[in-house]
């Protein structure tokens, strides 16, 4: 049969990482500074990716193929190395693909001399016994340094001597715009959210102390932005994944602002479970004209 398939040029792609969330099924992941189609299981050949590649790296190609074939992709995904291996199955398992990521690991168990790796080490670290390290990223080497997720942990008493310091920032995460992050990264895992629109921090002078400290952010203009269908997205993963507590959705009171609320309004009415949203709205003048619970 023929399929449509995802083509990525690695010579071309520069890491962005831009392609990512725009790939509904989850088949392209960041690894090692490339973008990678990590499964062709869950490529629907569609090309939404392709508008958001400043690089034009990604094209997509019809080509002859026979049914899905686990064994056959494994061989590209080995070629790749551990990394994408371990992103592969992990998808697997994600999907409910229990066949195709025992076959996958029979394969890996079958070619182990050939292999630059350790089986044990990949099925650990898919099954969640491992904690596996990202590559360091080098610039110039390909990876975008402004979509790597960080948490910013400060002892207690630092903490609370920052507190004390004027100005002082009470960011615990990056990135922050709702494009770029992940909302299964370790700081949404149970977390109080703010989700704010772009001006919003801008207009009130105490946007770090009154509302991030011990929180943590996704921003996006409601007007601007493009794509924002997946910010609906990421935002049902925030309350079905990361089990996230509340959110607050802080916005200007002018009218395009309203559609941050929508978003999320969409969001939790998509979402299996129920969770607290608080709508802060701010004046242009940098004050708070209200806040309820909706």
């Known amino acids: ?59 997509i190609e019809k080509r002859e193929a026979e049914a899905y074939d686990e064994t056959k992709v494994m061989e590209i995904m080995v070629s790749k190395g551990k990394n994408t291996v371990i992103a592969h199955l992990k998808h697997l398992k994600d999907h409910n693909e229990i066949a195709y990521l025992k076959e996958a690991v029979m394969f890996l168990r079958n070619n182990a001399e050939k292999l630059t790796f350790s089986v044990e080490e990949v099925t650990a670290a898919v099954h969640g016994k491992v904690q596996v390290q990202p590559m360091p990223h080098v610039h110039g080497g390909g990876g975008c340094p402004g979509s790597r997720t960080v948490s910013f942990e400060k002892p207690v008493a630092a903490a609370s001597a920052a507190s004390t310091i004027s100005g002082a920032s009470e960011l615990r995460q990056w990135p922050v715009q709702f494009h770029l992050i992940n909302p299964n990264a370790p700081y949404f895992r149970n977390a109080d959210v703010v989700v704010a629109a772009d001006c919003a921090a801008f207009a009130i002078g105490d946007f770090h102390s009154r509302f991030l400290k011990g929180r943590s952010v996704a921003i996006g203009c409601p007007k601007l932005d493009e794509g924002t269908d997946v910010y609906i997205e990421k935002m049902v993963r925030m309350i079905d994944e990361a089990l996230v507590n509340t959110i607050n959705v802080v916005i200007m009171e002018v009218p395009c602002c309203g559609g ?19 709508c802060t709205i701010i004046s242009i003048q940098g004050e708070v004209k209200s806040e309820s619970w909706v």
């Open 1 to 59: 049969m023929i399929r449509e398939m995802v083509k990525i040029d690695e010579e071309l792609c520069n890491g962005c990482g831009i392609c990512v969330p725009n790939c509904h099924e989850g088949a392209l992941q960041m690894i090692d500074g490339k973008a990678r189609l990590i499964s062709d299981l869950m490529c629907d050949g569609l090309g939404a990716c392709i508008g958001h590649c400043p690089q034009g790296a990604i094209t």
């Open 260 to 278: 941050l609320l929508r978003m999320v309004q969409a969001a939790t009415a998509q979402a299996h479970r129920k969770v607290p949203v608080k």
